[in-house]
């Protein structure tokens, strides 16, 4: 009889285990029962990028450039979709531009009204930067309405800047920036309604790998001077990154 009962308590150990292990894993949280969102993000960051290139292939002298943008204020469109782990994967357009600056800088004689032009010139500009993360969410079995997680993104993105003189001194140039950038995201989600909610995160980028291609017209120069082309690699760059977001679930 005593063995009997050891067995029994074994069986009923056994089941309840597997019960209590069924429980947990049908247990969801219902806030991501979703399967794809919308989100509006606005995009604050500040971004120093420093680029470089030799005076010509035996300089032992380089041109270094230092680029600093602080944005406060720039909307950004993402959308998402749920991997088969509850996850959710996402892609947002980060930037695209198109456009042209013009300035003229002159010396105006009011009494002949004659002007001549000292300084100016077009700059057109072009860009587009796309964002992916895998996103892993915490709290999957607990029906809670803040959700905090973790992304792993990847951002790539090209940039084109033309140079278009108004005096005969100077000649037209351009360059071009093309390069990859990872991020790590921690992130909190919180569900306002059964359909909307606020995503808050601070991407974090671990490195910056670019091309960057300087060309410039001068026919004082040989023509395999006129464009230098160079690899830049930046570990841990000066990029500070935060965003909100507004999610509808679709």
């Known amino acids: 009889m005593g063995k009997i009962e050891i067995m029994k308590n074994k069986l009923l150990t056994i089941l309840l285990l597997t019960i209590i292990v069924k429980t947990g894993w049908s ?45 406060i204020f720039h909307p950004t469109i993402a959308f998402q979709w749920k991997s088969k782990k509850n996850n ?5 357009l980060t930037n695209l531009m198109f456009g042209k600056i013009g300035t003229i800088t002159e010396i105006v004689n009011d009494t002949t009204n004659n002007r001549q032009t000292i300084n100016g010139g077009d700059i057109t500009t072009a860009a587009i930067s796309i964002q992916y993360e895998y996103i ?5 079995s607990k029906d809670s309405k803040l959700v905090p997680s973790i992304g792993l993104g990847i951002n790539p993105y090209y940039r084109q800047n033309s140079y278009n003189s108004k005096i005969s001194s100077a000649f037209p140039a351009s360059d071009i920036s093309a390069g990859l950038r990872t991020f790590i995201t921690p992130r909190f989600t919180y569900f306002v309604t059964s359909k909307l909610f606020i995503d808050v995160n601070v991407p974090i980028c671990f490195f910056d790998t670019f091309y960057f291609s300087d060309k410039e017209d001068n026919p004082a120069f040989p023509i395999q001077q006129r464009k230098i082309t160079t690899f830049n690699y930046n570990q841990f760059p000066k990029i500070f990154t935060g965003r909100i977001g507004v999610g509808l679930k679709l």
């Open 88 to 92: 959710f994967h996402e892609i947002e």
């Open 136 to 140: 892993l969410n915490f709290n999957k």
């Open 27 to 71: 247990q969801q949280n219902t806030h991501l029962n979703y399967k794809a969102g919308i989100k509006i993000y606005n995009l604050a960051n500040f971004d120093e990028q420093t680029k470089s290139r030799r005076l010509n292939d035996t300089s032992s002298y380089r041109y270094q450039y230092t680029n600093t943008t602080l944005q």
